[in-house]
């Protein structure tokens, strides 16, 4: 089961003017599933996206890469996301089918291919059913409605794999005296590792801001939010964050996000995306336990994180608090590992959210395990780690790694 994560409240999705959501059921890989969903944006909208450094990267986001770089010249007017198939390890013919995709879905809109965006998800290495996806496209684009809630929640649903729930997030904020929405839907919940991005996310405004500005501003936000959590510590080949704007508010262009309305706006898109990172990992495939892993007292940001993934992506770490078995000794062999050549281990204490377990490199005399176990039994805990070499801090989220982790991964193909 999740982790205290909940199915989207259609009605708490705010609608995004300029873009209209469809989804079908091509029977991409199983038959009676929402399994394809597009977004149709209007003319005038700005689109970016930044995508996962596996260098066995999948078709789709080897397309995506060429039509954001402007090939064509064509701002980008529509994204279709299949689930199901990854089109990953497909090679030349995934290409092929990749393009067939964004042509056909262009052809049906009146677009040119380049401006098309396309996403998979689902099993590696198995050829895209592009004939389906095509058969469907009549059916996909007689659904297309205005992005609601409704339709935000469907298409939640509509790109889902192994999550066990749809996951969605919305704010409204106001700029320059008008509202300003920003609604987002994400999936995953195995292989997941960041470095952009950790799974799919889309995630859409109605303000009005520059193409370059929002470049910038998605960048950010997957460093505040998808690239700060992890699963399993596996990267996966087809991870897409996209950040859609529609113009559509009414205020005056957002020029720079140092101003008011940029700050307001970049803490809007922060929020949804850092809800819909989280939601990601409560959903983790069998996590039991969330977990926010804070190091701090570091030298940079760099080094704090990298001491907070080696923590947080280590397999005996994550069974010992789904055991709630209090072998924190585990967390400092991931810190002393983690790379910081000159770390000093007689600096360092560690707390399990208010229980101080280490201080100055050892055993904090007054702790006792079952202090220890007591926050472990919790569904949500932080494990706090201060270095004392600097002010530097950061923070990531994990999930623990239970029996049912395995069982999902083994029969997945099933």
């Known amino acids: 089961m999740p982790v205290n994560l909940s199915a989207p409240d259609a009605r708490a999705l705010h609608p995004i003017a300029g873009l209209r959501i469809g989804t079908a059921m091509a029977g991409v890989r199983k038959a009676n599933r929402r399994d394809l969903v597009v977004f149709a944006l209007d003319e005038g909208a700005a689109a970016a996206g930044v995508f996962t450094s596996n260098r066995f990267c999948a078709a789709p986001v080897q397309v995506c890469r060429e039509h954001l770089a402007g090939e064509g010249g064509a701002a980008i007017r529509a994204l279709v996301i299949n689930t199901g198939n990854a089109n990953a390890g497909t090679g030349a013919d995934g290409l092929a089918r990749a393009r067939r995709s964004c042509a056909a879905l262009a052809a049906q809109m009146k677009l040119q291919p380049q401006q098309v965006l396309p996403f998979s998800t689902g099993v590696i290495m198995e050829v895209l059913p592009v004939d389906r996806i095509e058969a469907a496209l009549p059916q996909l684009l007689a659904a297309l409605r205005p992005a609601d809630g409704t339709a935000w929640a469907e298409a939640a649903e509509g790109i889902m794999t192994t999550d066990t729930r749809p996951k969605a997030a919305s704010r409204r904020v106001e700029i320059g ?120 007292g570091g030298r940079s940001v760099a080094e704090c994180r990298q001491a907070a993934y080696a923590v947080a992506h280590s397999p005996l770490v994550k069974t010992a608090f789904f055991a709630s078995d209090p072998n924190l000794g585990r967390i400092l062999a991931a810190v002393g590992y983690a790379g910081i050549a000159d770390l000093d281990q007689g600096l360092i204490d560690l707390f399990l959210d208010d229980v101080h377990v280490v201080r100055a490199g050892g055993r904090h005399p007054e702790y006792r395990e079952e202090m220890g176990q007591r926050v472990m039994k919790q569904s949500e805990i932080t494990i706090r780690v201060d270095l004392h070499r600097g002010a530097a801090e950061a923070r990531v989220w994990t999930c623990d790694l239970s029996h049912d982790y395995v069982s999902i991964n083994a029969d997945y193909r099933s």
């Open 177 to 296: 005296g008008q509202a300003v929405h920003v609604t987002g839907i994400s999936k995953g919940a195995g292989m997941i590792r960041p470095d952009m991005a950790t799974m799919l996310g889309f995630v859409a405004t109605d303000a009005v801001v520059a193409p370059a500005l929002l470049r910038t501003l998605l960048r950010e936000a997957a460093d505040r939010s998808f690239n700060r959590i992890t699963i399993d510590g596996d990267m996966s080949t087809n991870d897409s964050f996209v950040l859609m704007a529609t113009q559509r508010a009414g205020h005056a262009p957002i020029t720079s996000l140092d101003s008011a309305e940029g700050r307001a706006l970049a803490e809007a898109v922060f929020a949804v995306s850092e809800q819909l990172a989280q939601a990601i990992v409560r959903d983790g495939e069998g996590a039991t336990k969330f977990i926010t892993v804070q190091v701090q």
